[in-house]
């Protein structure tokens, strides 16, 4: 069974956070595929709101072909954040008051 059919497939027994209607007709992207983890973006039939559910697959259930089509390229696989990275930010940001785009104009260096 392709993947993306496999999606589509289980999306019926899910209901859209929005407006509670069944996924069953939802549309389904690829968005990332590494491993055995695929980011997929779903767009609710219904009320079109759209999210991204990240997806960790255990098994051989998929294609050879599919699996093969779906590695993304060398280029976009990165580190996964790490959890003083995410406290960096947090400390960063903690006292600051001021337009967001004041952000991007502030020297980082030796920030902490």
Known sequence: MRFIDFIRDRARYYRCPVCNRGLEDCEVRLLQHAGDRY???VTCA???VQFVVILVVQG?????TEEA???PPAAAEREPIQADEVLDVHLLLRDFEGRLT????QPSAGRR
């Open 39 to 41: 980011t997929v973006q």
């Open 46 to 48: 219904g009320c079109r």
């Open 60 to 64: 051989d259930g998929l294609d050879a």
């Open 69 to 71: 089509a779906l590695e």
């Open 102 to 105: 004041d952000l991007f104009s």
